[in-house]
Nanobody
Framework: QVQLVESGGGLVQPGGSLRLSCAAS????????MGWYRQAPGKQRELVAI???????NYADSVKGRFTISRDNVKNTVYLQMNSLKPEDTAVYYC?????????WGQGTQVTVSS
C-alpha cells in the first residue's frame, strides 16, 4: 500500500504563488507515472502536471508557463510550483502515482485563489 501525503495548499490572491508537496512512502522510481490532478466543484478531475517515463513531463495547456513540476528523489517527494495563480485554478489538488495495475491517490489539498 502506497501512501501519498500532500501539503502546501491554502488561500492566495490572484497573481500569487503556492508550492504543493507530495511525499510518497516508497521510492518514486517505483512508479510509472507520478504527478498532480485537480478537481473543481462540479467538474471532473483533470490532469495538471505529471512525470511520465524517465524525466519527461506533461502539463495541461491551462497551466503551461505558470506551473512547474519537480521532484526530489532522495526525499521521495514531488512538488508543484504554481505561479501567477488565477481564480480558475481554485480546486482540490490530488497527488497521483501509478504502478502497473495500481493507482494511488493522496487525500487532496485545497487551493483557493481569491481576492
Amino acid at each position: 500500500q502506497v501512501q501519498l501525503v500532500e501539503s502546501g495548499g491554502g488561500l492566495v490572491q490572484p497573481g500569487g504563488s503556492l508550492r504543493l508537496s507530495c511525499a510518497a512512502s516508497r521510492s518514486i522510481f517505483s512508479f510509472n507515472t507520478m504527478g498532480w490532478y485537480r478537481q473543481a466543484p462540479g467538474k471532473q478531475r483533470e490532469l495538471v502536471a505529471i512525470f511520465t517515463s524517465g524525466a519527461s513531463t506533461n502539463y495541461a495547456d491551462s497551466v503551461k508557463g505558470r506551473f512547474t513540476i519537480s521532484r526530489d528523489n532522495v526525499k521521495n517527494t514531488v512538488y508543484l510550483q504554481m505561479n501567477s495563480l488565477k481564480p480558475e485554478d481554485t480546486a482540490v489538488y490530488y497527488c497521483n502515482a501509478n504502478r502497473t495495475f495500481v493507482a494511488s491517490w493522496g487525500q487532496g489539498t485545497q487551493v483557493t485563489v481569491s481576492s
